[in-house]
């Protein structure tokens, strides 16, 4: 998926490799959307293993 973002026209672009649309930036689509990739993008590139609590790191080291 190619997202495009447009901070001045307020507008989103998304293209699945049909016809891209465009969906309003400030929606709650556009909300799902980026909360979907950056949980993708975060498992991908073991983004919650830099967390640590209380001085444990998230992968039990």
Do not use: C, N
Not at 10 to 28: E, F, N, Q, W
């Amino acid at each position: 998926m190619k997202v495009t973002i447009d901070t001045e026209a307020r507008a989103v672009t998304l293209d699945d490799g049909g016809k891209p649309r465009s969906i309003p930036l400030y929606s709650a689509e556009f909300y799902a959307v980026l909360s979907h990739l950056w949980t993708v993008v975060g498992w991908d590139q073991k983004y919650s293993y830099g967390f640590t609590w209380m001085g444990r790191h998230g992968d039990s080291r």
